[in-house]
C-alpha cells in the first residue's frame, strides 16, 4: 500500500483562508459591536473557478443568513463570503432576511458579482436587528482593504470571534503544490448535527462542485460532527468550503480527503481548547461496538453528561459515573461486557472495580476516556470539555 505524502504532515496555526492562492480576505471595526471591536470580515475567490459546498445547522429555528447561504450555494458557487459578529440576525423575521438579502446585494455590488454568489454569516445574540448603516458601510470599508497576506486572513479570522479568547485558524500544503487553509469560531453552543460553528475553508485545489460537497460531507461527520461541548445546536452554524483552482492541480481525492481532514481536525482542537469556561480538553473513544453509529451515539451521550463533565472539573475519575452515562445511550450495551479507562487506567472491568479511581491523574488539563463494549469492531471519538463555573458564568450573562 503506497503511503500518503501528507500522512504525517502537521497543519500551521500562523496561516488560514489566504495561505491558498486565489483567495483575498479582510476584518475590520465596522461599528456593529458597541464595544469597537472587529465585527465584519470579508473573504473573496478570485478564481479561476468559484466551486463551493457548504453544511449548515440542522436546528429548525435557522437565521437569515442560513436561509440565504442556503439558496446561493445551491449550485456549488460562491465567489466571496461575508462574515459579521455582533449579532446572530435570527428569529428577525422577513425584515431580517431583507436585511441580509441587502448585505449580499452590498458585497456583489462593491465586487461587481452576483448577489446569488454572495454566501452570508453571522454570529452573537439571537432576537436582535443588525446596525445596517454600520454593516453596508463596512463592507465598502473591508472590500478596500481586501489582500492576500497572512494578516488579512488573520484579521478575518479575529473579527468573526464572539466569546472566544483568541482566532482559530490553520493551514496545510501538499507536496503537489496545492493548499487547503480555514479560519473557525465557537466557544460555547457547539454541538454536532452540523455544523458546530462558523468556520470559512479555501483551496486553489481544481474540485468541482460535486466532488467538493462530497468531500465536505464526509470530513464534517468526522471532525466537526465530533466536537460536543454542551449539547447545544446553534441557529447559525456554517461551514463553507470555497475552490479557486489557481493551483492548476486536480488532486487525487483521498489525497485531498486526508489534506481537509488534517485541516479541519485541527480547527476543531483548537474550539475544544477555547470553549467557554473550559479547563479540561475531554476525549472520549467508544470501541468494540456492534455499529459506528452506536460508537457515536455511546461517546456522546457520556461527552454530554452534566455529572461526568463536572466530574472531570473537579479531577474526580469517577467512573460510576461514565457507565451510568453509557446505560443511558439508545445504543446495544451489554453492562456484563463493559470496561472503562480513564487516562490509561481500566477502572471498570466487565462491569464492576478494576482498580482504585484514585490510580488515575486527572490534574492535568488532558484527558482520555476509553469505553470498550465488546460487543464488536467499530469505534468513534467525541471530544468535549469539562462543566466549570466560568462557563456557567459566560451563558448566565451573553449579550454579544
Known amino acids: 500500500m503506497t503511503t500518503s505524502p501528507i500522512a504525517d504532515a502537521k497543519p500551521i496555526r500562523t496561516a488560514g483562508i489566504t495561505a491558498p492562492r486565489g483567495f483575498r480576505a479582510a476584518g475590520l471595526a465596522a461599528g456593529i459591536k458597541a464595544s469597537g471591536a472587529p465585527d465584519l470580515a470579508l473573504v473573496v475567490n478570485e478564481g479561476p473557478i468559484d466551486s463551493a459546498a457548504a453544511v449548515f445547522t440542522t436546528n429548525k429555528v435557522k437565521a437569515a443568513p442560513v436561509l440565504w447561504s442556503q439558496q446561493a450555494v445551491a449550485d456549488g458557487r460562491l465567489r466571496a463570503v461575508v462574515l459579521n459578529s455582533g449579532g446572530a440576525n435570527a428569529c428577525t423575521g422577513p425584515e431580517g432576511f431583507q436585511d441580509t438579502h441587502a448585505t449580499a446585494e452590498k458585497v456583489a455590488a462593491v465586487l461587481e458579482i452576483s448577489a446569488v454568489d454572495v454566501a452570508v454569516c453571522s454570529t452573537g445574540l439571537i432576537g436582535e436587528r443588525l446596525p445596517m448603516a454600520q454593516l453596508l458601510s463596512g463592507v465598502d470599508s473591508a472590500a478596500a482593504a481586501l489582500d492576500g497576506t497572512g494578516q488579512a486572513g488573520l484579521d478575518a479570522a479575529t473579527a468573526v470571534l464572539t466569546t472566544d479568547s483568541k482566532p482559530k485558524q490553520s493551514a496545510l500544503t501538499h507536496p503537489d503544490g496545492w493548499s487547503?487553509?480555514?479560519?473557525?469560531?465557537?466557544?460555547?453552543?457547539?454541538?454536532?448535527?452540523?455544523?458546530?460553528?462558523?468556520?470559512?475553508?479555501?483551496?486553489?485545489?481544481?474540485?468541482?462542485?460535486?466532488?467538493?460537497?462530497?468531500?465536505?460531507?464526509?470530513?464534517?461527520?468526522?471532525?466537526?460532527?465530533?466536537?460536543?461541548?454542551?449539547?447545544?445546536?446553534?441557529?447559525?452554524?456554517?461551514?463553507?468550503?470555497?475552490?479557486?483552482?489557481?493551483?492548476?492541480?486536480?488532486?487525487?481525492?483521498?489525497?485531498?480527503?486526508?489534506?481537509?481532514?488534517?485541516?479541519?481536525?485541527?480547527?476543531?482542537?483548537?474550539?475544544?481548547?477555547?470553549a467557554e469556561g473550559v479547563t479540561k480538553e475531554v476525549s472520549v473513544t467508544v470501541q468494540g461496538a456492534a455499529s459506528e453509529q452506536d460508537a457515536?451515539?455511546?461517546?456522546?451521550?457520556?461527552?454530554?453528561?452534566?455529572?461526568?463533565?463536572?466530574?472531570?472539573?473537579?479531577?474526580?475519575?469517577?467512573?460510576?459515573?461514565?457507565?451510568?452515562?453509557?446505560?443511558?445511550?439508545?445504543?446495544?450495551?451489554?453492562?456484563?461486557?463493559?470496561?472503562?479507562?480513564?487516562?490509561?487506567?481500566?477502572?471498570?472491568?466487565?462491569?464492576?472495580?478494576?482498580?482504585?479511581?484514585?490510580?488515575?491523574?486527572?490534574?492535568?488539563?488532558?484527558?482520555?476516556?476509553?469505553?470498550?463494549?465488546?460487543?464488536?469492531?467499530?469505534?468513534a471519538t467525541v471530544l468535549t470539555t469539562d462543566l466549570s463555573h466560568d462557563y456557567v458564568e459566560e451563558n448566565s450573562a451573553y449579550s454579544s
Open 180 to 274: 487547503v487553509g480555514g479560519f473557525a469560531k465557537g466557544a460555547g453552543m457547539l454541538a454536532p448535527n452540523m455544523a458546530t460553528m462558523l468556520s470559512v475553508l479555501t483551496t486553489d485545489a481544481q474540485v468541482e462542485p460535486a466532488a467538493l460537497a462530497e468531500h465536505l460531507r464526509a470530513v464534517t461527520k468526522l471532525t466537526y460532527d465530533r466536537l460536543d461541548v454542551d449539547g447545544s445546536t446553534s441557529t447559525n452554524d456554517t461551514v463553507l468550503l470555497l475552490a479557486s483552482g489557481s493551483s492548476g492541480v486536480s488532486p487525487d481525492p483521498a489525497e485531498f480527503v486526508r489534506v481537509l481532514t488534517a485541516v479541519c481536525g485541527d480547527l476543531v482542537k483548537q474550539l475544544q481548547g477555547d
Open 296 to 379: 457515536v451515539t455511546v461517546a456522546r451521550v457520556v461527552a454530554r453528561d452534566s455529572l461526568v463533565k463536572t466530574a472531570f472539573f473537579g479531577s474526580d475519575p469517577n467512573w460510576g459515573r461514565i457507565v451510568m452515562a453509557v446505560g443511558n445511550a439508545q445504543a446495544q450495551v451489554d453492562p456484563d461486557r463493559l470496561d472503562v479507562a480513564v487516562n490509561g487506567v481500566l477502572l471498570c472491568q466487565a462491569g464492576t472495580r478494576a482498580a482504585d479511581r484514585d490510580g488515575a491523574d486527572l490534574s492535568g488539563r488532558d484527558i482520555q476516556v476509553v469505553i470498550d463494549l465488546h460487543l464488536g469492531e467499530a469505534a
